[in-house]
């Protein structure tokens, strides 16, 4: 069994996936602040994205979490195979 490859990234992927969210998030909150609606209608669009930021967060975590416990199961796994391994002789006499 091989083991999965941990990737890395870089800094400008990093930074894309800073300036995209901070664009998104200005885009939305503009559109807020400039749509012709009541305060209500406005304030109902500022919790919802607010939420829908928060959730997102959560959900990259929560799917990150999984990845990563995957990954050591996979090398404890892997770890108790190679020990076995190392321990089994077959030409050991049984007694």
Not at 50 to 78: G, H, M, N, P
């Amino acid at each position: 069994m091989s083991t999965p490859k941990q990737s890395t990234n870089t800094t400008a992927f990093f930074a894309q996936a800073g300036i995209s969210f901070a664009v998104a998030l200005g885009a939305m909150l503009f559109a807020i602040l400039y749509l012709p609606v009541d305060s209500w209608t406005r304030a109902f669009l500022g919790m919802t994205t607010i939420f829908l930021t928060t959730s997102s967060f959560t959900l990259a975590k929560c799917i990150r979490d999984a990845q990563e416990s995957q990954y050591v199961v996979s090398r404890l796994d892997q770890a108790r195979v190679d020990k076995l391994l190392a321990d089994h002789d077959p030409f050991r006499s049984v007694s």
